[in-house]
């Protein structure tokens, strides 16, 4: 089992910075990918950012060059830096993690960001 416990979102006016950071405890050992994924009202889960094992990163094409995502291995955590927010941005923010023994990963309870014009 991984817990995952998230924090940092907010509200935020449009252009604006918001740091997220989640933490996993429990059987970390065997994560192979950790990121987030976000959903917005009336709109379908997406993959915002994810880093895999071996370092391999990918984010949404409407993220790219505003957001971007850490990790620090030592802590198990994960790190969301979201620059130059939209309102299109706002969304419950979820953590994610992916382990050898459980593929369709686990889930944080999600941290609400708004972006206001």
């Known amino acids: 089992q991984v817990q995952l416990v998230e924090s940092g979102g907010g509200l935020v006016q449009a252009g604006g910075s918001l740091r997220l950071s989640c933490v996993a405890s429990?059987?970390?050992?065997?994560?192979?990918?950790i990121g987030w994924y976000r959903q917005a009202p009336g709109k379908q889960r997406e993959s915002v950012a994810i880093i895999h094992s071996g370092a391999y990163t990918n984010y949404a094409e409407s993220v790219k060059g505003r957001f971007t995502i850490s990790r620090d291995n030592a802590k198990n955590a994960v790190y969301l830096q979201m620059n130059s927010l939209k309102p299109e941005d706002t969304a419950v923010y979820c953590c994610?993690?992916?382990?050898?023994?459980?593929?369709?990963?686990?889930w944080g309870q999600g941290t609400q960001v708004t972006v206001s014009s």
């Open positions: 429990g059987s970390t050992f065997s994560i192979n990918a």
């Open positions: 994610y993690v992916r382990t050898a023994q459980k593929p369709n990963g686990y």
